[in-house]
Nanobody, 115 residues
Framework: QVQFVESGGGSVQPGGSLRLACSASGFTFSAYAMTWYRQVAGKERESVATIGNRGIIIRYEESVKDRFTISRDNVKNTVYLQMNSLKPEDTAVYYC????????WGQGTQVTVSS
C-alpha cells in the first residue's frame, strides 16, 4: 500500500524558514520522481517542485524559485522541501506524491506564514 507521511510544517513569520519532510512507503522509492504540492483552502492543489528519481531537479513553480529547494534521500525513502524567505502567500497545506501517479494523498502538513 502506497503511503506518504508529511511533517515539518508550522507557523513562522515572513522571511522565516521551514524544512518539510515526506516519508514514503509501499513502492520502490528510488525508481520514481516525486512532487511537492500545496493547497490553500477553497483553491485547487498546485505542484510546487518536482525531483527526478536520481535527484535531478525537474521543475519549480515560478513563485518559489530561488526560495525553495527540493531534495531526496533514496536510502531513507524521504523527500524534503527546504523553504526559505517564506511569504504569507506560501500559507497552505503541503503534500507529496509520486509524479503522474494517482496515489492517495497523505494527511499533509500545514504551513502558516504570518506576522
Amino acid at each position: 500500500q502506497v503511503q506518504f507521511v508529511e511533517s515539518g510544517g508550522g507557523s513562522v513569520q515572513p522571511g522565516g524558514s521551514l524544512r518539510l519532510a515526506c516519508s514514503a512507503s509501499g513502492f520502490t522509492f528510488s525508481a520514481y520522481a516525486m512532487t511537492w504540492y500545496r493547497q490553500v483552502a477553497g483553491k485547487e492543489r498546485e505542484s510546487v517542485a518536482t525531483i527526478g528519481n536520481r535527484g535531478i531537479i525537474i521543475r519549480y513553480e515560478e513563485s518559489v524559485k530561488d526560495r525553495f529547494t527540493i531534495s531526496r534521500d533514496n536510502v531513507k525513502n524521504t523527500v524534503y522541501l527546504q523553504m526559505n524567505s517564506l511569504k504569507p502567500e506560501d500559507t497552505a497545506v503541503y503534500y507529496c506524491k509520486r509524479l503522474q501517479y494517482d496515489d492517495s494523498w497523505g494527511q499533509g502538513t500545514q504551513v502558516t506564514v504570518s506576522s
